[in-house]
Nanobody, 130 residues
Framework: QLQLVESGGGLVQPGGSLRLSCAASGFTLDYYAIGWFRQAPGKEREGVSCISSNDGSPYYADSVKGRFTISRDNAKNTVYLQMNSLKPEDTAVYYC???????????????????????WGQGALVTVSE
């Protein structure tokens, strides 16, 4: 069974940091493009970051550029989203998603297209508040 499991969400004060993890089971993430998306209450899903299977230049939304970093640990079959200098407007449910790398390439300039991602994690709630 192909599965993505997220962890690392929680409550953090403005200016704080969190690291989200996305662990895969049943398939090897090396060959997949990985996207991180978020959805805040009452808002549309937003593509936050994306990295291709060949680890080309990742995409970051303007709202998180310079604060968030996407990375892979192939030995652990896990992708991370390091989030620093968090702001209240970063509050959302964060989802990781994967799709075969031979079908999807993450451009550094174009937001990831969520309909093209096949496998999704369950979501991790991130709350940034005093």
């Amino acid at each position: 069974q192909l599965q993505l499991v997220e962890s690392g969400g929680g409550l953090v004060q403005p200016g704080g940091s969190l690291r989200l993890s996305c662990a895969a089971s049943g398939f090897t993430l090396d060959y997949y493009a990985i996207g991180w998306f978020r959805q805040a209450p009452g808002k549309e899903r937003e593509g936050v970051s994306c990295i291709s299977s060949n680890d080309g230049s990742p995409y970051y939304a303007d709202s998180v550029k310079g604060r968030f970093t996407i990375s892979r640990d192939n030995a652990k079959n896990t992708v991370y989203l390091q989030m620093n200098s968090l702001k209240p407007e970063d509050t959302a449910v964060y989802y990781c998603a994967a799709t075969p790398g031979r079908y999807y390439y993450c451009s550094a300039y174009v937001p990831p297209a969520y309909p093209q991602f096949e496998y999704w994690g369950q979501g991790a709630l991130v709350t940034v508040s005093e």
